[in-house]
């Protein structure tokens, strides 16, 4: 999976074609959105939807710490989707994927979804944190907003690009960045997207497109 480096804010910044980020000063990595236990609070409540996406997304994860191997991992909110996602399959999974790398700081900076979700299991050993986390540069957050004094990089809008041609056209997941915050693609393989216009004035796009983060030409 390819990395894109740029420059925000003055400070360097890894866009992953995994969906999320990493700064290679402080060696962290920003993930948001995850939402971890969708598909199984969709079956819980009767909506046959595919399984599968808690397995994908730990294997991106497992992806990012083996190529950047960060020192610390902060979730931007909606670590887990709701109370559903506390069901046995999905826990011992999260376990697992958690003994192997038990020696890694994770934090969450606590977003809606986390609210109505509940805290993470304890043997997840997952720190809380509110909005905004200051962080070297960063002000974390999980919603949009700007922070004097720091550069905010938050989640929630999974921010999504139409590319089109005259007869077809394909929403891929984006990065967007304003002259003081920056909005991370949802991590989550299950999760929905709210477009992105172009033409808003001093935002610059980053799209996913399979292993590749392309920039968007205005």
């Avoid at 400070?11 to 700064?23: G, I, K, Q, S, V």
């Avoid at 994860?61 to 991992?73: C, G, M, N, Q, V």
Wanted: aromatic share 8%.
């Amino acid at each position: 999976m390819a990395t894109l480096a740029i420059t925000v804010n003055g400070h360097p910044l890894w866009l992953c074609a995994e969906r999320a980020a990493f700064d290679p000063v402080s060696r962290s990595l920003f993930v948001a959105d995850a939402h971890f236990g969708k598909g199984a609070t969709f079956r819980a409540h009767g909506i046959p939807v595919p399984g599968g996406t808690t397995a994908d997304n730990l294997r991106r994860l497992d992806a990012l710490i083996a190529r950047h191997a960060p020192t610390h991992i902060y979730f931007l909110g909606d670590l887990l989707h709701a109370r559903e996602a506390h069901a046995a399959q999905t826990q011992a999974a999260l376990a697992q994927w958690r003994c192997r790398h038990a020696q890694l700081p994770i934090t969450l900076v606590i977003g809606n979804h986390d609210r109505h979700a509940g805290p993470p299991p304890a043997a997840l050993a997952v720190e809380l944190a509110d909005e905004p986390l200051r962080v070297g540069p960063w002000a974390l957050c999980h919603h949009p907003q700007e922070v004097d004094g720091a550069y905010a990089l938050a989640g929630h809008d999974h921010p999504v690009y139409a590319l089109r041609s005259r007869v077809d056209s394909v929403r891929l997941p984006c990065f967007r960045f304003e002259p003081k915050l920056g909005v991370l693609p949802a991590f989550g393989s299950f999760t929905g997207g709210a477009a992105v216009d172009r033409a808003q004035a001093e935002q610059l796009i980053y799209v996913v497109a399979e292993d590749r983060v392309l920039p968007v030409r205005p």
